[in-house]
């Protein structure tokens, strides 16, 4: 009586991360399909749902709270993190329900890429993609190992703190110089 997620990972060794990632974002009962390295093979608005879900790392950066400069459009990033992030595993607690607890929660898809992507971070699979750029060695779809993103020090696991009790004037004393 094995499940969906171990019955696939027979067949693909980056299953087990990527079904129980898509599990863990989507809440799936079933392990979604995904094509074979489809990272590689497909552009960003040829992906599944469950490829696009996928992509994500799992570093955290992208629910940072960032500073923008209107005048010159810098953005300065923070190691704040909003109040839905898990700050150890670097995973939204609610992700299914986000934007209703967090209204001005950006929800990455193809959409809204081309006006964020100037804000996630270089390392970001979305970014790299858009880019053309290929996934760097320690992304979870090509080591095959969900914790590869933290033992490369990608993620902001266990380095971040809440925004909750803080101000928007606070924002500036927790400036990470160099986080790109």
Same mark, same amino acid.
């Not at 997620?5 to 009962?29: E, G, K, V, W």
């Not at 552009?43 to 799992?58: I, R």
């Not at 898809?109 to 006006?115: F, I, N, S, Y």
């Given at each position: ?10 067949? &693909? ?45 799992? !570093? ?7 500073? =923008?400069?209107? =005048? ?6 923070? %190691? ?11 995973? !939204?607690? %609610? ?8 209204? &001005? !929660? ?25 880019? @053309? ?10 080591? @095959? ?7 490369? @020090? ?8 809440? =925004?909750? @009790? ?6 500036? &004393? ?5 986080? =790109?």
């Amino acid at each position: 009586s094995e499940d969906a997620c171990t019955s696939q990972t027979r067949r &693909d060794p980056t299953a087990l991360f990527i079904c129980l990632a898509s599990r863990q974002r989507s809440h799936m009962t079933d392990a979604p399909t995904l094509r074979p390295r489809f990272w590689e093979r497909y552009p960003l608005d040829a992906l599944t749902h469950a490829e696009w879900e996928a992509l994500c790392d799992g !570093c955290g950066k992208c629910c940072l709270l960032k500073l =923008e400069d209107y =005048e010159t459009g810098e953005v300065a990033m923070t %190691n704040v993190a909003c109040r839905l992030l898990d700050r150890q595993t670097c995973r !939204c607690t %609610n992700y299914a329900e986000r934007k209703r607890h967090v209204p &001005d !929660c950006v929800i990455i898809d193809a959409k809204t890429l081309p006006k964020i992507r100037y804000w996630l971070p270089i390392t970001c699979a979305y970014r790299l993609m858009a880019d @053309g750029a290929p996934l760097p060695d320690w992304h979870p779809l090509v080591s @095959g190992d969900p914790g590869s993103v933290h033992r490369a @020090g990608i993620s902001l696991a266990g380095r971040m703190v809440s =925004e909750v @009790g803080l101000t928007e004037d606070d924002l500036e &004393d927790y400036i990470i110089e160099g986080l =790109e």
